[in-house]
C-alpha cells in the first residue's frame, strides 16, 4: 500500500517567502520525498537520476534547466527526489507567454518522472501537492502536450495511447482537453492541450482564452 505523511514548513523561494510543502511518499521502490516551492538553494544541493531527460535529453541540463526555473520569482517548482537527494520527478509553474502572453493570472504547467520511477503514482502525487496553494482557483493552468518530449518507444506503446494517458493524469486533476490552432500543437495530430480553469478566473481572462483557442493567423475562418 502506498502512503503519505504531510509536513508544512516555511522556505524562500527566489527572494520571496512563501509556505513550501513536504510529503513522503511511500512506494514499492522507496520512499520518495515530495516538496513545493522549491528554492535554487535546494535545487542545487540535489543531482538529477539519469532516466529525468524528456526535456533537455541529459541529467546535466536538466538540472541547469530546474535551477532556471526555481530562479525565477514568478515561477513555481516541485520536486520528488530519493533520500539521497536524487531528482526523480518535477512540475513547474511559468507564466504562459507568446501566443497565451496577455491572459491575466495565466501559467503553463509541465510535468516529468524519472522512466525509473514510472508507474508507481508520482505523476498523481506531484500535481497533488502541486495544486495545493489557496490562489489556485485564481488562474489559467494550461498544459502543452508535445509529442516530441514523450517516452512512449520506452513504454512499449504508440503516441495516440501516451496522449491517453496524459488525458487521464490531468482530468482527474481538475483540466479539459481544448481544440486549439496553436501552432505547436497542431504539428502532430497526437499532441494535446489541457487547461485548467480556476473558478474565480476573472470574465476578461476566461474570454481571452477562448478567442486565443481557436485564434489563427493562417487558417481560413480563424
Not at 544541493?45 to 526555473?69: I, M
Not at 489556485?136 to 496522449?163: A, K, N, T
Request: proline share 4%; aromatic share 10%.
Amino acid at each position: 500500500m502506498q502512503k503519505e505523511k504531510v509536513h508544512s514548513i516555511n522556505d524562500n523561494v527566489s527572494g520571496n517567502t512563501s509556505n513550501s510543502h513536504i510529503k513522503i511518499y511511500k512506494t514499492p521502490a522507496g520512499p520518495l520525498f515530495l516538496r513545493s516551492c522549491c528554492s535554487p538553494a535546494f535545487v542545487e544541493d540535489l543531482k538529477v537520476d539519469e532516466g529525468l531527460r524528456a526535456f533537455a535529453r541529459l541529467p546535466e541540463r536538466e538540472h541547469q534547466l530546474l535551477l532556471s526555473v526555481a530562479r525565477q520569482p514568478e515561477n513555481r517548482l516541485t520536486l520528488a527526489y530519493t533520500a539521497t537527494g536524487t531528482i526523480v520527478g518535477q512540475v513547474s509553474f511559468a507564466p504562459l507567454d507568446h501566443w497565451w502572453q496577455d491572459i491575466g493570472n495565466a501559467y503553463e504547467i509541465a510535468v516529468e518522472v524519472s522512466s525509473s520511477w514510472r508507474k508507481l503514482g508520482v505523476a498523481h502525487q506531484l500535481l497533488s501537492l502541486a495544486l495545493e496553494f489557496e490562489s489556485v482557483e485564481e488562474y489559467l493552468i494550461v498544459g502543452l502536450g508535445l509529442s516530441w518530449h514523450w517516452d512512449y518507444e520506452g513504454l512499449g506503446i504508440s503516441r495516440f495511447h501516451y496522449r491517453e494517458m496524459i488525458a487521464r493524469l490531468f482530468a482527474a486533476h481538475g483540466f479539459a482537453e481544448y481544440l486549439t490552432s496553436e501552432a505547436n500543437i497542431r504539428m502532430d495530430p497526437a499532441n494535446i492541450l489541457v487547461a485548467r480553469l480556476g473558478s474565480r478566473i476573472d470574465g476578461e481572462s476566461m474570454n481571452r482564452f477562448f478567442q486565443r483557442l481557436l485564434q489563427s493567423e493562417t487558417l481560413p475562418g480563424l
